[in-house]
């Protein structure tokens, strides 16, 4: 007979990548994994795992098991909270989302609000974080509904074996200093702006790169990029009182326009896409909080 918690091991594992991962982000020492490892190479009889370097990977009789230990664990899974949503009447039980910073402002916490009245036994934990990082844990179970944002011409990487639902498209603006000579028009050349000093995201963020493949293909020169943060808060602030531009999308706009100007882009339409990723087989309460997201969703853009 096979054990669940050590198929649940072989998974982490072979979404980790290493012993010492998987370890690391269930809570337990490597030399406990590799021994519960062992002992499930004896149940099913054959090599599980075979070492390359400092890492491991699954032999063709491990690629099997895992398949079906994906299954067997998301029956689990989706049994518990069929159970809890019984004894509750209603959907019930623990729901983790992961959502970027502007989402968790303008999407995920309205929707929280929404499911304290409408569904008062689901329990919403909340995580900011980027896609990148999160919708490996989505398919490891760590999350269960993750928020993304993909800009146009910068697709993100498509995961077969998930569900993808846009919330929404929105436009892409130019923040500029109240004071700036552009600040007057309705709509501003980028390449006008070659003289700006520039507020954006870190290095290795979609919001950084889209950053920069504007100013280059639509502006012709190489951004100044002198403030650096993945808080949009922040850099609009930077664009209020150090004189920055910025490139924010509309989820990010506070309605503040006291010391800048926010306008279109003229010649291009950017936009960016904010969408939501499940795993295939959704429990009830998984259902109730994509509901939730969906009408919290505010209609901005085009």
Not at 161 to 183: D, F, Q
Not at 188 to 204: E, H, K, M, S
Not at 220 to 240: K, N
Request: proline residues 5%; hydrophobic residues 45%; neutral net charge.
């Amino acid at each position: 007979m096979l054990d669940l918690h050590r198929l649940r091991l072989l998974r982490e594992v072979h979404g980790r990548g290493t012993v010492h991962a998987a370890a690391a982000a269930l809570g337990y020492s490597p030399s406990a994994v590799s021994q519960q490892l062992a002992v499930l190479e004896r149940e099913a009889g054959t090599p599980l795992l075979e070492r390359t370097g400092r890492n491991v990977r699954l032999t063709s009789a491990g690629e099997v098991l895992v398949t079906h230990a994906i299954a067997l664990l998301e029956g689990v899974e989706a049994a518990e909270a069929d159970l809890a949503t019984v004894a509750a009447g209603r959907a019930a039980g623990p729901v983790r989302v992961s959502a970027f910073q502007s989402a968790v402002l303008r999407i995920v916490a309205p929707a929280v609000r929404l499911l304290a009245t409408s569904h008062p036994d689901v329990r919403v934990e909340v995580t900011e974080a980027e896609v990148e990082v999160t919708a490996p844990g989505l398919r490891l179970h760590q999350y269960d509904l993750v928020l993304g944002d993909e800009y146009d011409d910068q697709p993100r990487v498509v995961h077969a074996e998930l569900r993808r639902e846009r919330l929404l498209r929105e436009r892409l603006h130019l923040v500029l200093p109240a004071g700036h000579p552009e600040a007057r028009s309705r709509r501003v050349p980028i390449d006008r702006l070659a003289g700006l000093t520039w507020a954006a995201c870190q290095p290795g963020t979609g919001q950084r790169a889209m950053h920069l493949r504007v100013c280059r293909q639509y502006g012709g020169f190489e951004p100044d990029v002198r403030y650096h943060s993945d808080d949009f808060r922040i850099l609009l602030e930077m664009a209020r009182t150090a004189g920055a531009g910025a490139l924010l999308p509309d989820l990010a706009l506070d309605g503040r326009d006291t010391g800048i100007a926010v306008r279109l882009p003229a010649g291009v339409a950017l936009r960016r896409e904010v969408f939501l990723l499940t795993r295939r087989a959704r429990t009830p309460a998984v259902e109730a909080v994509a509901a939730a997201l969906h009408a919290a969703t505010p209609r901005v853009g085009t």
